[in-house]
């Protein structure tokens, strides 16, 4: 086991506070938050439980900050961003572990794809400011007007996220949003709030302004709801489930805030007779298995092609075998803890739902599971039919199921069986294949023999339940931004 840094060892054990105006301040209320190390069960600290009227104190410190903030030249918004990049790739081994206590995931993903993703998409959105362009449009009437479009932000901009990513998603919301020039108050999710913390720190360190990230820990409907629901709130980004993302459509509506969600998924992979196998069994275990399966892209139904069933099915069930549970601070892991026992809970019901259903259990059921922790089993589940909840539902954990076709179209009509619309995969070395696929597929994201992938500048975001508004890319940054049309008359 690495042993913590002291720097991570003295900020998790440290009582934390709401992060408003450039300050740590306390609470209005009392209300506190308990923060576990999942591996552990074991209690790191306590952070504030913001209430509403903490929520008024973010939100007019953002607001107070707006005007300041949105008229600072775009080459010092991009300076900004860019050294907070820089920044966080130094301190990439502290927020690596700071993850590992608080969510559980192996510090070796953080720093392969959670705290790089983040700099880079800092460094990123620090180029975008240079992007942000109106036109000048020639009127179909062709009077005598000189008419163009500005690019305005769109103002305080609430940001509301899970703790599947905790930096990660800060930076999703965070990049295109300072980019276009708003001012944030962001909540982290209650079970990982550490990381959004240590980041206001550094947000401070390295200069920007009192009132441009404010940072608001706490529940949601003490802090996130009120958040969701404020008058003075122009804009509320959301990622998490579903069922949550309608609530706050609904909280919304009160001053026609702009909403972006990007919501749950039941991704599926397509596995064809012709792919690459030893590419497709561990391009579909990364799909399922990355980040404990607690991914909303997690690929968890897999449908392979009648002539390699059998011998995909065994070669998946043998790499799961592979998989080594344990502490995300000990180099050997390959799995960590799922983020809370609350979430162990569920995704067991989910197993065991399967089983109740006629399903099958392909892996080891037996296979060692640590006694201490919120670890669940990697699971690969056969047998399974598109009616029962292991096929229909979101797990958000280690648990793959894998279904069969004969025909491309049985292929396409089972990815499309779904309510959601996030992500899928298909693995064929039929390049025109990949085409009708990729066309065919209701999804924010088609991934041809590969999957997962993200990069700042290719846009992200779901189709049918699973939300709107894209993530990362231009295409994040126009929803930050607001179009407003000047008519000039040249008489
Ligand atoms: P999960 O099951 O991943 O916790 P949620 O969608 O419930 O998914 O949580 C994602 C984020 O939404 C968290 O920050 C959570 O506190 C917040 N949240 C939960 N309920 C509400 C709500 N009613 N209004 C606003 N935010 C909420």
């Known amino acids: 086991m690495v042993a913590l840094l002291e720097s991570v060892e003295a900020f998790s054990s440290r009582e934390h506070q709401l992060f408003i105006g450039g300050e740590f301040v306390a609470s209005r209320g009392s209300e506190r938050i308990d923060v576990h190390d999942p591996a552990t069960g074991g209690l790191l600290t306590t952070v504030a439980s913001a209430n509403a009227e903490d929520v008024d104190a973010a939100v007019a410190a953002a607001r107070a900050a707006l005007p300041g903030w949105a008229a600072l030249p775009p080459a010092q918004r991009g300076e900004l961003l860019w050294r907070l ?190 792919a690459d196998l030893d590419a497709a069994v561990e391009g579909t275990f990364g799909a399922v298995f990355f980040n404990q399966g ?11 092609h009648d002539d390699i069933y059998d011998e995909f099915t065994k070669r998946l069930v043998d790499r799961v075998g592979e998989v080594r549970l344990g502490s995300g601070l000990d180099p050997r892991t390959t799995m960590g803890p799922l983020v809370s026992a609350e979430q162990q809970a569920r995704v067991n019901g989910y197993i065991r739902s399967g089983l109740e259903e006629g399903a099958s259990i392909a892996s080891d059921p037996a296979s060692a599971v640590p006694e201490v922790g919120s670890f669940v089993r990697p699971t690969v589940f056969t047998d399974v039919r598109p009616d029962m909840r292991i096929m229909r539902e979101e797990i958000f954990g280690p648990v793959a199921m894998v279904g069969r076709f004969s025909t491309e179209e049985q292929a396409i009509a089972a990815a499309n069986d779904t309510a959601y619309g996030l992500c899928s995969g298909v693995w064929t070395r039929d390049v025109a294949r990949v085409h009708r696929i990729a066309a065919a597929i209701h999804a924010g994201t088609v991934y041809a023999n590969t999957y997962g992938y993200f990069d700042p500048a290719v846009p992200f975001g779901g189709f049918k339940m699973s939300g709107f508004g894209k993530e990362l890319g231009e295409e994040a940054l126009d929803h930050y931004l607001q179009t407003k049309t000047v008519w000039v008359n040249l008489d």
């Not at 705290?115 to 109106?134: D, Q």
């Not at 607690?294 to 392979?304: D, F, L, N, S, T």
């Open 85 to 274: 990049g820089a920044r966080l790739e130094e301190l990439a081994e502290e927020f690596a572990q700071l993850e590992a206590i608080d969510n559980g995931k192996p510090t070796s993903e953080s720093l392969a794809v959670d705290v790089p993703l983040t700099a880079g998409l800092f460094k990123y959105y620090a180029g975008a400011v240079s992007r942000i362009e109106g036109r000048t449009i020639a009127p179909m009437g062709g009077a005598n007007f000189h008419v163009y479009t500005r690019r305005e932000p769109v103002g305080v901009v609430g940001a509301i996220i899970p703790w599947n990513f905790p930096l990660l998603m800060c930076g999703y919301k965070l990049g295109p949003s300072l980019a276009a020039g708003n001012t944030v108050v962001l909540k982290p999710a209650e079970q990982t709030p550490l990381a959004a913390l240590r980041l206001a720190e550094v947000l401070a360190e390295v200069g920007f302004p009192p009132g441009v990230v404010n940072i608001v820990t706490g529940l949601g409907p003490s802090a996130g709801a009120p958040l969701a629901a404020h008058g003075d709130v122009d804009k509320v980004t959301f990622t998490g489930e579903t069922s949550t993302g309608q609530k706050i459509m609904e909280a919304a509506k009160g001053n026609m805030k702009k909403v972006s969600l990007e919501l749950g998924g039941k991704s599926p992979s397509l596995v064809f007779a012709d």
């Open 294 to 304: 607690q991914c909303c892209i997690a690929g968890a139904r897999v449908y392979v």
